[in-house]
């Protein structure tokens, strides 16, 4: 509402309220018109409108410059807070969905994440468990070898004496038969002989 | 009717000079209806001035009342008038409320009805059709009595046509007036009427009187219940109706 033209507006009322106080006046005065139906006694009419007049236009010029534009300044200060309010709520509830997304998606992520580690730790795992059994696999398997060495070795020496014990006892036994000693030459001769015929 | 006691009905009515007031021979005295003009003014401006001055935005009872008062008149000023009218709510809203609070304070026993008068409604209804005189010519000139004259009419019945419509808009501050004033007037007699035969029929004496005097009384109650709904039937009547003639002279094609 513009002020300017209400209190334009305001000044034309007080024009027209004063014409009929001006026009009532004329037809006041009318003595002697006595116990009249008072609503229409001529007498008391410029005493209404000129009260009248002063109480709407006093009523009018507080309505128009203060009641009104207050009331309705509060009117619209309502409007305008309820729409900011449910404004900042709508952004809120944007923001906590936005974060709710954004957990989501960081959740998804780290379970992707914690999938691949714990397979490369499987991984890393099998492979060391390998790797040991591979070095203790080899160190068993050398052992054996040198153990199966070590008793052909054995055996071998063991052969060998055999061998000499047995000439030495061809040779004890040929003499003592004989009387005779036969040569270490023959009597090995005759023990490999004998060996080699099982 | 007996005259005898307070049971003439038109005592009611009577003006009484409280402050003698008597500049250049004009009697401007202070009367009883001045002192009712200046309560119905006091009261209007207690709801929406003083209701209105806390600024609160969770508003308490008399700002409720005072928001709920201003968003009735506003809602009724855009919805004959439309946007535009907003310039003249001020005025139908003093109106409305000036003749509402001064209907409303003459329902209280012993008090005087400011619109009892055809002074003050005459005055008012004056006042409405010479705003939408004035501000019809300033605002649009010579169009503005394009208001008698109907569109679409045939040229042989136009002269009828704007007579018809001439006659309709010099009778609008009579029958404006006279409504108001008709029925508050009408409605405290009846009151009155009612209320006073509930005494004369106390007061005779008779057993027969007696029996019946509930019957006038429970009349008076039903129709003090029926004159709350008039006083604000007809403020908002008038209220409407000022709307109405001012859209006339906010757009006068029609």
Known sequence: ?198 | MAAGGGIDPIHQFEIKPLIGLRPFGLDLSFTNASLFMVLTVAAITAIMVYGSSQRATVPGRLQSLAEMIYEFVASTVTGVMGKDGMRFFPFVFSLFMFVLMANMLGMIPGSFTVTSHIVVTAAFAFLVIGVVLVYGIVKHGSHFFGLFVPSGVPGWLLPFMVLIEAVSFVSRPISLSLRLFGNMLAGHIALKVFGGFVVALLAGGSVFGMVIAPLPLLLAIALTALEFLVAFLQAYVFAILTCVYLNDALHPGH
Do not use: C, H
């Open chain 1, 1 to 198: 509402m513009p002020l300017r033209s209400a209190t334009v507006f305001g000044r034309g009322l007080a024009v027209t309220a004063a014409l009929f106080v001006a026009g009532a006046a004329q037809a006041a005065p009318q003595p002697g018109a006595k116990a009249a139906f008072p609503p229409f006694d001529a007498s008391t009419f410029a005493g209404q409108l000129f009260w009248l007049a002063l109480t709407f236009g006093l009523l009018y010029w507080l309505m128009s410059t203060i009641a009104l534009p207050r009331v309705g300044a509060i009117l619209a200060d309502r409007a305008s807070t309820i729409a900011r309010d449910l404004d900042n709520a709508a952004a809120m509830q944007a923001k906590a969905e936005e974060t709710a997304q954004a957990y989501e998606t960081a959740l998804t992520e780290a379970r992707k994440n914690a999938q691949s580690i714990a397979q490369a730790a499987r991984d890393a795992g099998a492979k060391a468990s390998d790797e040991r059994r591979r070095v203790v696999e080899a160190d068993l398997s050398a052992r054996l070898e040198q153990a199966e060495a070590q008793i052909a070795a054995t055996r071998t020496a063991a052969m060998t004496n055999v061998r000499d014990l047995g000439s030495d006892v061809a040779i004890a036994i040929v003499t003592k038969l004989t009387g005779q000693a036969p040569s270490a030459t023959e009597a090995n001769a005759a023990v490999d002989q004998a060996l080699a015929r099982g």
